[in-house]
């Protein structure tokens, strides 16, 4: 059986307007359900808790941005969940909630006990749904983003595959706003491509290329496939699996 991390972003679940696109979250929701059906094991990391709060509030004082992030993370977080709960409960599966922070993954007993709760949650075929704790991780003791997040627990479960939903279709080797440029469809990561990476970030998001390439070659280096992919696409992680031949993406071979 195979473990696969499915990180979406933020740019992925939620609309120009910023607010959550529940239609890309079902398709994707669908898709997992899928992807368990062919005998793998799936642990979700999702982004969205932000962009929920936002929609769900309007805050009439005056609020500095961490108080701000604080908010609206702590009100969106509970709703993001529950389109999570209602989505898999249409196919009577179920979800379980993993808030995290770094500091987590830096002390062995905390790490321990964060890896044996999802374990636990995948033996009893329980779904995890992993986010940062944005509540309590301010500055230092954030994640870059939850590309960074994705691939430690992509390592400390020993998955086989670590795919980042982005909106847009991968690595390209110039600007992806240029139409002579071409998605990058497989990387060895003893080949520095840093040069053809942008340095902008989505609006919507705390991470960029910048962040998914450097954690593609760290976690590719450990052993696990990396890929990354367009989750604005229909049936993007079905044809990752179906029709790798006839779909974009970039993917990073394991060492």
Known sequence: MNRIIVKIGSNVLTTPTGKIDVTR?????DQIVWLRQQGNEVILVSSGAGACGRTELKVGKELDSVGQ????CAVGQVKLINYYYTLFREYHLHIGQVLTMKENFEHEDQYENLKRCMEVMLDNDIIPIVN???????????FTDNDELSGLVAKMLNAQSLILLSNIDGLYNGNPADPNSKVIR?????NDLSRYIQSTKSSAGRGGMQSKYHTATAIAQSGIRVIIANGKKDNIL??????????????????
């Not at 992030?69 to 609206?72: E, I």
């Not at 497989?186 to 003893?190: K, S």
């Not at 079905?238 to 060492?255: A, G, M, N, W, Y």
């Open 25 to 29: 979250m079902s398709a994707l929701v």
């Open 69 to 72: 992030r604080q908010l609206f």
């Open 132 to 142: 940062e704790n944005d509540t309590v991780c301010l500055t230092e003791l954030m």
């Open 186 to 190: 497989q990387v060895d990561i003893d």
């Open 238 to 255: 079905c044809d990752i699996f179906q029709h790798p031949q006839d779909s974009v993406f970039t993917e990073f071979l394991p060492r």
